[in-house]
């Protein structure tokens, strides 16, 4: 954006030259939903809410251009596909947002993996896990992630593109 593009220039070493006047299209946002996250609108929606996923990533689509972002959008009920997904972003994607699902409060190897892309993640839970079961205060996650939010409903996903579009410059 036009702040951050001035903010970058003004502190630029005027020594080095510039290469380019047009700024290369930012890498995608990867947006990552774990297991059962594919139910939502069916599942509890008295603490999950009546919105679906597709509803989640139209979101997160609209807000991410908002900011000249583009996303790459994957739920799965398996592990190892995410993990195989999050090694395949390394070096493609610019930040990841992902509500883990279940696997926040289990899964040391999802974490493990998270720190392969090198790139600022956004922890989102729809829910706040903090008011519910103690389970579900834990999370593996956290420790690795550049924010953490909770209890916004699907709000949430479009507060951490935000977010990561600012993380990123964008
Ligand atoms: C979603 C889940 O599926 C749960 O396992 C987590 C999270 C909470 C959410 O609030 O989005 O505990």
Do not use: K
Not at 32 to 40: A, D, E, Q, S
Not at 145 to 159: E, L, N, P, S, T
């Amino acid at each position: 954006c036009a702040e951050s593009t001035s903010r970058r220039s003004g502190s630029r070493d005027s020594r080095v030259p510039v290469m380019s006047t047009t700024a290369s299209p930012a890498l995608p946002i990867l947006l990552l939903n774990g297991p059962n996250l594919n139910t939502l609108g069916v599942r509890q929606p008295e603490v999950y809410g009546s919105d679906t996923l597709d509803d989640v990533v139209a979101l997160v689509e609209r807000t991410a251009a908002e900011r000249g972002l583009s996303v790459i959008a994957l739920q799965t009920n398996h592990e190892g596909e995410m993990i195989d997904a999050i090694h395949a972003a390394r070096g493609t994607v610019g930040g990841i947002v992902i509500n883990p699902g279940g696997w926040t409060h289990t899964s040391v190897a999802l974490a493990d993996a998270l720190v392969v892309p090198e790139v600022p993640i956004i922890e989102v839970h729809i829910s706040n896990v903090h008011a519910r079961e103690a389970f579900r205060h834990h999370s593996y996650i956290s420790p690795i992630a550049a924010g953490v939010i909770a209890g916004c409903g699907i709000d949430g996903y479009a507060f951490a593109v935000h977010r990561l579009a600012r993380l990123l410059g964008a």
